[in-house]
């Protein structure tokens, strides 16, 4: 037989409590569930997009993509058939790119390995391209009724409350408390069960000051018991963001901007982006490379700096804003009001 490993153990010993969050936290997301537009059906292919959006963005920023998105694309054939160009558009503004290309390349699995429906277990959705534990226990347990915990910062959050847990979480750690919550999830209410953490850990059990007077748990809460809330969950020592300088160039003629493709591969791949190099450049060198690109400059130009910040890298970007006396056929042209051309990602049109 094998070993129980310590993650096990601690949760073994906590198991009262984890059979008892069912019981006290259905009634209240009777209560007080949220009214969110995928909530509004059981299609898993509706769900399947909610939660990709999710991943990384409030709930409030999704609403309205999701609801043009699947006006756009209605259907998991739709998406599966969707343009690149149309797609990364829809997804505009959103950020994490690859999330749209993934769901598109989920879908494309969908259609050809299981007939355009989509499998009905957690097992095989973590399959698909691009759909990791956490959303295929997500979309098994609300659109199937499948009884698999969906283990996101929210629940391992909540739970690392509940049972006072004080050490911070691992891989491992998820895995064994994917494995005992889904041990303890609800007949016929495993989608309710799901979004009941969702809804707990947006609005009482809060990344600080939560709201231990309104909630639910209270009663089996070891953190509220003791007073150490706000000190859980534990977490691992962050290692620095890359810093990353770049030179970027506008190049504008009249209401348009000199755009190119980014490389298939790599951050921000295959979209569009502005003109730009390594480094920071003085004028002159800014100048000069900018000679290089065989634009037509009037001579004025512009200098500011932005940043932007991804998960592990952020940009420190010194822009120079230059007027172009024509368009030279190195780029592509795009309005800078309405972006006609495709995704421009927010890193470089805050530089415009
Ligand atoms: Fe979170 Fe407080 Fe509820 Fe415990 S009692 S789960 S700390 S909100």
Not at 56 to 83: C, H, K, M, S
Not at 181 to 189: D, H, I, T
Request: glycine fraction near 6%; include cysteine; hydrophobic fraction near 40%.
């Amino acid at each position: 037989m094998r070993m129980q490993t310590d993650d096990e153990q601690f949760l073994q010993r906590h198991a009262d409590k984890l059979s008892a969050l069912s019981v006290l936290l259905l009634p209240w997301y009777a209560q007080n569930k949220r009214d969110l537009p995928w909530r509004a059906t059981r299609d898993p292919y509706c769900i399947f997009i909610s939660e990709i959006m999710l991943q990384q963005t409030r709930v409030g920023a999704v609403i309205g993509y999701y609801n043009r998105f699947t006006e756009l694309f209605p259907t998991v054939r739709a998406l599966a058939q969707a343009d690149d160009d149309t797609l990364l558009k829809a997804w505009e503004g959103l950020g994490y790119y690859s999330r749209a290309r993934n769901a598109k390349r989920a879908a494309i699995a969908v259609c050809t390995d299981y007939g355009g429906q989509f499998p009905d277990t957690a097992e095989q959705l973590a399959t698909l391209p691009g759909i990791g534990a956490y959303t295929a226990g997500a979309v098994a347990s609300i659109a199937f009724d499948r009884r698999c915990a969906a283990v996101d910062g929210n629940v391992l959050r909540i739970l690392a409350r509940v049972l006072e847990r004080k050490t911070p979480d691992t891989p491992a750690y998820r895995k064994a408390l994917t494995n005992a919550l889904s041990a303890v999830y609800p007949a016929e209410r495993c989608g309710d069960f799901t979004q009941s953490f969702m809804d707990l850990g947006s609005a009482i059990c809060l990344p600080t000051r939560p709201l231990c007077a309104l909630c639910p748990l209270q009663s089996v809460c070891d953190a509220y018991a003791h007073n150490t809330a706000d000190t859980l969950p534990v977490r691992k020592q962050k290692t620095a963001r890359k810093q990353e300088n770049l030179t970027v160039f506008v190049l504008r003629h009249k209401n348009r901007v000199a755009v190119r493709k980014r490389p298939d591969s790599g951050l921000l791949a295959g979209l569009w982006e502005l003109p730009n190099v390594l480094g920071h450049l003085s004028p002159d060198q800014a100048l000069s490379a900018v000679s290089g690109y065989a634009t037509s400059l009037n001579g004025s130009f512009t200098v500011r700096q932005c940043k932007h910040v991804f998960t592990h890298i952020q940009w420190n970007m010194l822009v120079y804003d230059f007027a172009a006396d024509e368009e030279c056929d190195s780029f592509t042209w795009i309005h800078t009001q309405k972006n006609t051309a495709g995704a421009l990602p927010t890193a470089f049109s805050k530089c415009l």
